[in-house]
């Protein structure tokens, strides 16, 4: 599976420069959202990635040449959901050095760090992202849910960050966010934590049963 990670690392060198190029854009436009800036950057970051390894596989019939090798389908599905773990993990490293550049040359921007709170709004974006999405890609094909993943993205990296950094920050907001009023702040990162994974096994799960269902 190791190798099926990598591989779309590989295959993505100039997507990789593309999507560090969002990552300064986040930088430099959105001083305004302030602690989302990261997990917003970060999430799209990852996202662009993600799927430009469904693209370029769609692109080389790679889904074709795998079902023709002894490779259980299973195994291609998980490999892509490691692989957009990965890519939040290279993004966030990304983004250290950046800031930590921008800062030692003295820009005069305020972006916000890499903190813990930040880095569960990037696994929680994540997950809800890949654990929505991975699942029509692997039904429908990458063309067929291209419509509504470019939709998804919007949303996700637009809103979900600022929400989660609120919930973490303040959860005794009224509405949906009064549920958590009184949490600690600990078990409302652990609660968001837990649910993200859960969301994203059910999410692996479905996706590998709708894999193996499919014809090429």
Same mark, same amino acid.
């Not at 074709?64 to 993990?89: D, E, G, H, Q, W």
């Not at 966030?92 to 050095?97: I, P, Q, S």
């Given at each position: 599976m190791l190798n099926l990670v990598f591989k779309d690392f590989i295959i993505q060198k100039k997507s990789v420069l593309?999507?560090?190029?969002?990552?300064?854009?986040?930088?430099f436009a959105f001083q305004s959202i302030g602690q989302a800036m990261y997990p917003a950057s970060v999430t799209a970051f990852s996202?662009?990635?993600?799927?430009?390894?469904?693209?370029?596989?769609d692109k080389n019939k790679t889904d074709v040449m795998f079902?023709?090798?002894?490779?259980?389908?299973?195994?291609?599905v998980t490999s892509k959901y490691v692989s957009v773990i990965l890519f939040a993990a290279f993004g966030t490293l990304c983004y250290g050095?950046?800031?930590?550049?921008?800062?030692?040359?003295?820009?005069?921007?305020?972006?916000?760090?890499?903190?813990g709170q930040g880095l569960i709004s990037v696994l929680v974006s994540i997950c809800i992202m890949s654990g929505i999405?991975?699942?029509?890609?692997?039904? =429908?094909? @990458? %063309?067929?849910? +291209?419509v509504v993943n470019f939709v998804l993205i919007f949303a996700v990296?637009?809103? =979900?960050? @600022? %929400?989660?950094? +609120?919930?973490?920050?303040d959860p005794g907001k009224e509405g949906i966010l009064g549920a958590f009023q009184n949490l600690?702040?600990?078990?409302?990162?652990?609660?968001?934590?837990g649910g993200a994974l859960v969301l994203l096994l059910v999410s692996r799960f479905?996706?590998?049963k709708m894999y193996e269902k499919r014809e090429f």
């Amino acid at each position: 599976m190791l190798n099926l990670v990598f591989k779309d690392f590989i295959i993505q060198k100039k997507s990789v420069l593309f999507a560090l190029l969002y990552i300064v854009f986040f930088m430099f436009a959105f001083q305004s959202i302030g602690q989302a800036m990261y997990p917003a950057s970060v999430t799209a970051f990852s996202y662009i990635l993600g799927m430009g390894a469904f693209a370029l596989d769609d692109k080389n019939k790679t889904d074709v040449m795998f079902n023709c090798l002894p490779v259980k389908r299973s195994l291609l599905v998980t490999s892509k959901y490691v692989s957009v773990i990965l890519f939040a993990a290279f993004g966030t490293l990304c983004y250290g050095l950046l800031r930590q550049i921008l800062v030692l040359a003295q820009f005069p921007l305020q972006i916000a760090p890499v903190d813990g709170q930040g880095l569960i709004s990037v696994l929680v974006s994540i997950c809800i992202m890949s654990g929505i999405s991975y699942p029509l890609i692997f039904k =429908l094909g @990458y %063309v067929k849910a +291209k419509v509504v993943n470019f939709v998804l993205i919007f949303a996700v990296v637009a809103g =979900l960050p @600022y %929400v989660l950094n +609120k919930l973490i920050q303040d959860p005794g907001k009224e509405g949906i966010l009064g549920a958590f009023q009184n949490l600690p702040e600990t078990t409302v990162r652990l609660l968001l934590i837990g649910g993200a994974l859960v969301l994203l096994l059910v999410s692996r799960f479905v996706s590998v049963k709708m894999y193996e269902k499919r014809e090429f």
